[in-house]
Structures are given as structure tokens and as C-alpha cells.
């Protein structure tokens, strides 16, 4: 509505009679009468092909009206005292951890802005974990870090000294800088500092819990799951991405807070705007419960004086750019340029003073509008709520930094600054003392800190804190694979199709069968897993509404609310959000879950690479299968589809362990292991496995290989002849290990080579051995040097070794290093493209035929075949040496 249109309203009369109409059937029958009323006039309106106004929006004020507010029960004032202390606290730490080192770095602006926001969950909403309650779970916005170890401070689970040593983690005892449970288990639960992670992985959380319920597993009870975000982070596609599935899937679990203090790190989030009322209609949009916490109590008596609308209107014009100006500047200016535009409101605030118009204070820094919020969400059924509570940036810093442009990299006060701030907060030191920016903590036995106390020994503990215990499971043993493990006989099916059978049979066994979390993003038919559907059922809350249209077949699409699939859709982002509220279980629920998230290689760590790094800091425990892998073995697809590097990603997250198996057998065995690894002995590392869909014989698994498929590294046979000079080894992974084996074959018959030929299940994982044999070999000078474990397999064969992977050479070449004599590696570098499996080969130079050459060739180098060998090879198989280099073509 324009401004014209409320000030010149054309028939007053006619509009209050309206207006009259519809709250006397408020108030007579209700509001859903009223509603109803106003859907059906809506309804008349557009059949005529009117286009009513969109009102996805409410105006710019608090969702819950004054008198509807439910009262904080609290002291104020000794509320108000502790998040002073927590202010200063956090505000303490921060600068003097940039006294000797200002290159330590920190935050104050963000938590300053969002102390209420926290205080009010922590005094009264935040139930922590103990014996009558799973908890509440926390996402915390990485910035606000401080405020938070402040407040532990406060509790007495921080020292003094633990807080100087914020950001200072070589030592192992320090605080990290943002939340990260890898350096501190027991304390932080989740990693969020990464923008837009907090919201995405918090959504899937909560997703999990009500899985975890409708299957039996894990009660959700009323736990919450709460998500403090920037507003600037809302921006991240990750933060918004997934709103629709928490609308939809109607997650009444799940609160958002958005911390609206209207900038983000370079100045305002929406300054033509208005972020709170964008989010509002996006989140309404998508069917969430939105409470806007926008004015504090300051504005009621105003607010009640506006009987025409004017101030609502005011309100409603002013965009974010302007309401940043309010409180960066002054009241008076305040009173000018909100007030002054129409001489009505500078009316109304005639008898307030500019300090009186400087402290009209904002929703999210009122106690109580912040409690009612809370309490209406806590209470909310059938939907998500979403707190939008507008705060200032920098709030309580003055001209150091309140809604300044710069006030998210404030790290200093002047000794002027530390005076008001003090000031301004009541803080108990004396000037002499600020020059040293103590803490504060007050008695033991003083009202605060008993007040502080109970508060959250009425909640149940301490928050935040993290669970790192759990019961180990009983896993299966290798024998229970056996109907994999040895082989197929004639028959040629894939790794993918071995991988189904090892989930089938792991679902079906009496331990951990349940705890089995089968994952995937619409690719189930791609990987022969729709078997599934029928048999465990895909989760949904609703179960299934309507009847599926292959209802009469055996794999039917069957959806029911005690499914055990995740069936997350065209949604990597999303599945493994799954997959890591799936993999954190055993912390967060009491409840060790087995997840097997399967995608297509290329969009796993290429696509959610920040995601596979915070389930590293996580300490996730699970299987990620990489599936279709290979640059040259998905062969039509082409450049967007075919994998020629995702173990490199995975190589680089230093719990992650990962295999590109060849054989069923192997997968069997790694599968295997991984279950011990992670659910018996407890490490905290995960499993990203590629599994592929070329089909082939699956051998029976030889003996005593177990443990070269583990460490990466087996002979699978043993050709090399001591009355042979012409000796090599040639290594392989992947289905390129069968290229390899030919290879081995050919060299034999036509070229009078003897080749042995080794397995070689990870490159990665050699090469963290061999790191570690070499690290600990030159810091002990004095003591006999060990061999890695890839000299331990080579060092005593003959001849030059030659590695061939359908990735990227770098992944090969990887254990270099450690190779005790020459060593040529082939792989698959450059763009994919879709062809033939053989042609793609023959492109990548990856066949047996290049194998072959290569293995001549380094025979050429080493003097023991003349370098015509090598030309009449290249002949023989047909190779143009002018072929355009694959890396580059
Ligand atoms: C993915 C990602 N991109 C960028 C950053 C750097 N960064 C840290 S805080 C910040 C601004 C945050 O603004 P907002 O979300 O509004 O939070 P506020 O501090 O205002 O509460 C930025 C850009 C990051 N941490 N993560
Ligand atoms: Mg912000």
C-alpha cells in the first residue's frame, strides 16, 4: 500500500466498516472464520481475473502480539547482570588473545549482537543431555564462539587459563577458534563456521531424529534441534536449500534462530531491502511456522499509540540500510530521519528524549519478546519455526563498532572504549584494571552465580557438550560374506552388484541389521538397488498416500513411515546431511547407526567437498560408496559424469580412508574391516569405497590377502623367475587391475617379459604409511631405519614397476617415494568423454597395450631391452605416437 492511499483514504467510513466486519468475526467466531471468510472473498476476487496483492508478508513487526506474549518467569535484572559478565567475558578473551599476537584474530561484533539469543536458550529452552533426556541439540554460529566459552567460564567449566589459550590449539589444550569437535570432543557438537553448513546439517539432523523414531530406534520425544545462523549466511545456497524438505516433512523438531543484526561481514545484508521480511516470505513459502522478533519492549507504548498505522507504515518503508543508520548514529538522528518524515510520528516521540529514542530497543536484544519466540516455537506443532529477531551488529561496542561497516573485524577497544563498554553494561572493575582486561567471575556463592547454577541444572547440565562415548557393535565377521567372497564362478557381475550383495547380507544380520542406513539421491536403479524399495521400504513420515503405479510388481516403489531407505532425491547436499546425522548418531542419539551413502562418484567429493571435510571434524562414522566410478568405466557419459579423481579429494581429509577395489572379494574384506575399525575398536575415521559398473568375473578371494587389501597392496600373482632378467611389476586398481592382469599376459607370450602383478586397493592409504615410516626414520637418526610398508611389498622383487589407475596419474604416483626402483605411472588425466570403454582406454593410455609400452619402455631405460622393443610394440598394437595427449586434449 502506498503512502498516498493510507493517508488519503477515499471512503473512511466504508473502510472502517470492513475493518469492523472481519474483527467482529474475529472475535465472534475466530480466526479460522475470519480466514475462511477472507479465502473465499480471495477466491471470487481472482476468479474474475483480478490479481489480488501477493501477501506472502506480514508487515514489518513482532508475529506475536503483546498480549499473547508469554512472560519470561526469570529475574530480569540478575539475567541481565550474568550476560553482562558473559559480554565482558567474551569480549576479554578475545583481546587478550591479540595482546602479544594480534595475528590470533577473534570476534566480538557477532555475539555481542546475539548474547539475548543465547541467553534466553540457555537459561530456559536448552536441555542438555542426561539420563531422562537424549538433549537438545545446538548449532552455533561459528562467531559467537567466544560468547559462548564465556558463559562456560561463568559455570566454572572454563579456567582463566583455558580461555587464554583461545585460538591456541598446537598444544592440544587450547580453545579452538570456532566450534570443532575433532580438537574438542566433549565440547562442541558441531562444526558450523563454514557457512551455511549449521542450517543444512541441522535440517537433516532433525530429518534423522524423526527417521530414528518412526523406526523405533532412537525416541525423539520433544527434543529440539535449535540452529543459530547469520543473516548474511542465509545467503548460502546451503542455508536455504533444504527449507523446503523441513516445511514438507513438517519438522516441528527443528528451530531456526536468524540472527538479523542486518550486516554480514562487508557491510549490510540487504541495505535496499529488508532481510527479515524476505526471509519471512521465503520461509513461509515454504510452509515454516516464521516468528519475527522485531521491536522490543521499548516500542509497545508507541506502537499502541499508532491508531491510524502511520508508525507500522514508517516502519514497513525504512530499509535495512537506514534502520543500520538508527543505531550507528545517534537518537536524535534517529528522530530526524525515521521520526521527521512525517510530522505525526515526530509527534509522538515529542516527549521522549534522544536517549529515549537511542534505547527504543530491537526484538532480539528484548528478554522477553526473545522468551515469548521461544516459547511459541517450543510449543509449535506440525511445523518448523523460524525466529527472525532483528539485533544491532556490534551491540553495546559504541562508535568502536555498534552497526558500524567494520564491526565484524572489531578485535580492539580503546581504553576509552573498554570504559563505556563497562559502563554501559555495569561491569564491577575499576579503571585502574582495564588496561588489563581481566576477566570477571564473581563469587562462587554469590546470587549470580547460584542464579547461573540452577538455571542450568534445571536444564540438566552443562551445554554445550559432547558425547563422545559409545557401546561398540557386534559386527559380522568375514564369513558372513562368504557368498561374496568366493566369487562367482562364470558369472560376471560388478563391484556395484557385490556392494548390494554385502548391504543385503549386512542388513539381514541379527546385530546390526537395524542400524543399516541405506542412502540414496534417486540413483537407487542406477546401482540395482531397488530391490530395496519393496524389501526395507523408503522412509516417510506420512507413509504412502497414494498407490504406486508399479504397485503390482515385485520391486514396487513402497513408501512407509518405518522405512529404512533415505531416499533423499536429486539432492547430494542433502543425502549426505543424511548421511552425517546418520554417522553422528552414536553421539547425538545414543544410537550407532551403519550408513552406506551411494552416489555417483563424481558428485560426491567434487560436488560436497566442505560437507566430507566437516565429517572429518565430526569424527562421522560410515561408509560413502562411490559408485559408477572410473574416468574410462562409465564409459557413455561423458566430461560431467566420469570420475577420474574423487580418491584425490578424499586422500586430502585426513580420517577419511579410501579403497578403489577390484574385486568383490576385496570390497568384502574392506567393508568388513571398516565395521571393526569404526564400531568395535571405536576410530574415528570413515570410508569412501569406489565401486564400479563394468561387469566381470569376481574371483574367489585368495588366501592370506586380507591384509595387503587393507594396506593397500597385494601380489595376486607371483610370474617373475629368477633365470629372467626381463622382470616387472605392474600395479592396478579399479577395473584397470584387469587390464593390468592382460597386460601381464601379453608381455609373457609376445614380448618374453615375466611380469607379477599386484592389487593395489589404495593409493592413499600407502601413502600415509609410507609418509609415517619416513617421518618417524629422519626424526630417529640413530635407529634403524623401518621400510614402508609399499619397500616391504617391492623391495625384494625384480625390475621396474609400473602403476596404471582410471584416475588421475598424481594418484598413482603418490607412493613414489617409497617405489626401490624405477617407476612409471599411468592414469587418466583431462577432461572425460563418452565412448567405448575400449576406445576410452586406448584414449587415456590406459589399456593393456599402453601397460605393455610402458613396461617396455621402462625395460629400454633400466638397459635391458634395446629401444626397438618399444617401436615395435607401439606398431603392433596399432598406437599413433603423434595421438593427442589426453591430458590436455
Ligand atoms: C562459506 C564461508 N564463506 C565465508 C566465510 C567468512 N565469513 C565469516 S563470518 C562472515 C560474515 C557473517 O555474517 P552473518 O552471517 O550475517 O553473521 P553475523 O556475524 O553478522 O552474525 C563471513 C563472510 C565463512 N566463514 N564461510
Ligand atoms: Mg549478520
Known amino acids: 500500500m502506498t503512502t498516498d492511499t493510507m493517508l488519503n483514504d477515499k471512503d473512511p467510513l466504508e473502510t472502517e466498516e470492513w475493518v469492523e466486519a472481519i474483527l467482529s468475526v474475529m472475535e465472534s467466531e475466530g480466526v479460522e472464520r475470519a480466514q475462511y471468510l477472507l479465502q473465499r472473498l480471495s477466491s471470487k476476487v481472482t476468479a474474475t481475473g483480478a490479481q489480488l496483492p501477493y501477501a506472502i508478508n506480514t508487515p514489518y513487526r513482532n508475529t506475536i502480539p503483546v498480549h499473547k506474549e508469554t512472560r519470561m518467569p526469570g529475574d530480569l535484572f540478575m539475567e541481565r547482570g550474568i550476560r553482562s559478565l558473559i559480554r565482558w567475558n567474551a569480549m576479554a578473551m578475545v583481546m587478550r588473545a591479540n595482546l602479544d599476537d594480534s595475528s590470533l584474530g577473534g570476534h566480538i561484533s557477532s555475539f555481542q549482537s546475539s548474547a539475548t539469543l543465547y541467553d534466553i536458550g540457555f537459561n530456559y529452552f536448552f536441555r542438555a543431555r542426561n539420563k531422562d533426556h537424549k538433549g537438545d541439540l545446538l548449532y552455533i554460529q561459528g562467531h559467537s564462539a567466544p560468547g559462548i566459552y564465556a558463559r562456560s567460564f561463568l559455570e566454572g567449566r572454563l579456567s582463566e587459563d583455558q580461555l587464554d589459550k583461545f585460538r591456541q590449539e598446537v598444544d592440544g589444550d587450547g580453545l579452538s577458534s570456532y566450534p570443532h569437535p575433532w580438537l574438542m570432543p566433549e565440547y562442541w557438537q558441531f562444526p558450523t563456521v563454514s557457512m551455511g553448513l549449521g542450517p543444512l546439517q541441522a535440517i537433516y539432523q532433525a530429518h534423522v531424529m524423526k527417521y530414528l523414531d518412526h523406526r523405533g530406534l532412537s525416541d525423539a520425544g520433544d527434543r529440539k534441534v535449535w540452529c543459530f545462523i547469520g543473516d548474511g549466511e542465509m545467503d548460502e545456497p546451503e542455508s536455504q536449500g533444504a527449507i523446503a524438505l523441513a516445511g514438507r516433512e513438517r519438522l516441528d523438531n527443528l528451530i531456526f534462530v536468524i540472527n538479523c543484526n542486518l550486516q554480514r561481514l562487508d557491510g549490510p545484508v ?5 532481510i527479515i521480511q524476505e526471509l519471512e516470505g521465503v520461509f513461509r513459502g515454504a510452509g515454516w511456522n516464521v516468528i519475527k522478533v522485531v521491536w522490543g519492549r521499548m516500542w509497545d507504548p508507541l506502537l499502541e499509540k499508532d491508531k491510524l498505522g502511520l508508525l507500522q507504515q514508517r516502519m514497513d518503508e525504512a530499509v535495512d540500510g537506514e534502520y543500520q543508520n538508527y543505531k550507528s548514529r545517534s537518537g536524535a538522528y534517529t528522530r530526524e530521519h525515521f521520526f521527521g518524515k512525517y510530522p505525526e510520528l515526530l509527534k509522538l516521540v515529542e516527549d521522549m528524549t534522544d536517549d529515549d529514542i537511542y534505547r527504543l530497543n530491537r526484538g532480539g536484544h528484548d528478554p522477553y519478546k526473545v522468551y515469548a519466540a521461544y516459547a511459541a516455537a517450543s510449543k509449535h506443532k506440525g511445523q518448523p519455526t523460524v525466529i527472525l529477531a532483528k539485533t544491532v551488529k556490534g551491540y553495546g561496542l559504541g562508535p568502536a563498532g555498534e552497526a558500524q561497516n567494520i564491526s565484524h573485524s572489531v578485535k580492539k577497544l580503546d581504553i576509552e572504549g573498554l570504559k563505556s563498554f563497562r559502563d554501559r553494561f555495569d561491569i564491577p572493575l575499576p579503571d585502574s584494571e582495564l588496561e588489563k582486561i581481566p576477566y570477571y567471575r564473581p563469587a562462587e556463592d554469590s546470587p549470580e552465580m547460584r542464579y547461573l547454577r540452577a538455571r542450568r541444572e534445571a536444564l540438566g547440565g552443562p551445554l554445550p557438550s559432547r558425547n563422545p562415548e559409545f557401546d561398540a557393535l557386534k559386527v559380522p565377521d568375514l564369513g558372513s560374506l562368504e557368498s561374496v567372497t568366493r566369487g562367482t564362478g562364470e558369472r560376471e557381475i560388478s563391484t556395484t552388484m557385490a556392494f548390494v550383495r554385502i548391504l543385503s547380507s549386512l542388513i539381514k544380520d541379527k546385530q546390526i541389521g537395524k542400524r543399516v542406513v541405506p542412502i540414496v539421491p534417486d540413483e537407487a536403479r542406477t546401482f540395482g538397488m531397488e530391490g530395496m524399495f519393496r524389501q526395507l521400504g523408503i522412509y516417510s513420515s506420512v ?22 531407505v533415505l531416499e533423499e532425491g536429486i539432492n547430494e547436499g542433502g543425502a549426505f546431511a543424511a548421511w552425517l546425522a546418520a554417522a553422528t548418531s552414536y553421539t547425538n542419539n545414543d544410537c550407532p547407526l551403519v550408513p552406506f551413502y551411494v ?20 569424527q562421522a562414522r560410515g561408509f560413502l560408496i562411490g559408485a559408477t566410478s572410473g574416468r574410462t568405466t562409465l564409459n557413455g557419459e561423458g566430461l560431467q559424469h566420469q570420475d577420474g579423481h574423487s580418491h584425490i579429494l578424499a586422500g586430502t581429509v585426513p580420517n577419511c580412508v579410501t579403497y578403489d577395489p577390484t574385486y568383490a572379494y576385496e570390497l568384502a574384506v574392506i567393508v568388513q574391516q571398516g565395521l571393526e575399525e569404526m564400531y568395535v575398536k571405536k576410530l574415528p575415521k570413515y570410508y569412501y569405497i569406489t565401486v564400479m559398473n563394468e561387469n566381470y568375473v569376481q574371483p574367489a578371494m585368495p588366501k592370506g590377502c586380507e591384509e595387503g587389501i587393507i594396506k593397500g597392496l597385494y601380489r595376486l600373482q607371483q610370474n617373475t623367475k629368477k633365470t629372467n632378467k626381463k622382470a616387472v611389476q605392474l600395479l592396478g586398481s579399479g577395473t584397470i587391475l584387469r587390464e593390468v592382469i592382460a597386460a601381464a599376459e601379453i608381455l609373457k607370450t609376445e614380448f618374453g617379459v615375466d611380469a607379477d602383478v599386484w592389487s593395489a586397493t589404495s593409493f592413499n592409504e600407502l601413502r600415509r604409511e609410507g609418509l609415517s615410516t619416513a617421518r618417524w626414520n629422519m626424526l630417529h637418526p640413530e635407529e634403524k631405519p623401518k621400510l614402508s610398508y609399499v619397500e616391504q611389498c617391492l623391495g625384494k622383487t625384480k625390475g621396474p614397476v609400473i602403476a596404471a589407475t582410471d584416475y588421475v596419474k598424481s594418484y598413482a604416483d603418490q607412493i613414489r617415494e617409497f617405489i626401490p626402483a624405477s617407476y612409471t605411472v599411468l592414469g587418466t588425466d583431462g577432461f572425460g568423454r563418452s565412448d567405448s570403454r575400449e576406445r576410452l582406454r586406448h584414449f587415456f593410455e590406459v589399456d593393456r597395450y599402453f601397460v605393455t609400452v610402458a613396461a617396455l619402455s621402462a625395460l629400454v631405460k ?22 593427442p595427449d589426453p591430458a590436455v586434449s
Not at 540487504?270 to 529488508?274: I, S, T, Y
Not at 552416489?599 to 565430526?618: E, I, K, N, P, T
Open 270 to 274: 540487504r541495505g535496499n531491502g529488508k
Open 543 to 564: 507413509g504412502q498416500l497414494y498407490e504406486p503405479t508399479d504397485a503390482g510388481q515385485v520391486m514396487y516403489y513402497r513408501e512407509v513411515t518405518d522405512g529404512q
Open 599 to 618: 552416489f555417483y562418484s563424481m558428485f560426491g567429493f567434487q560436488r560436497v567437498g566442505d560437507l566430507c571435510w566437516a565429517a572429518g571434524d565430526l
Open 862 to 883: 633400466d638397459n635391458l631391452l634395446p629401444p626397438g622393443v618399444v617401436s615395435e610394440a607401439i606398431k603392433k598394437f596399432n598406437i599413433n605416437p603423434e595421438k
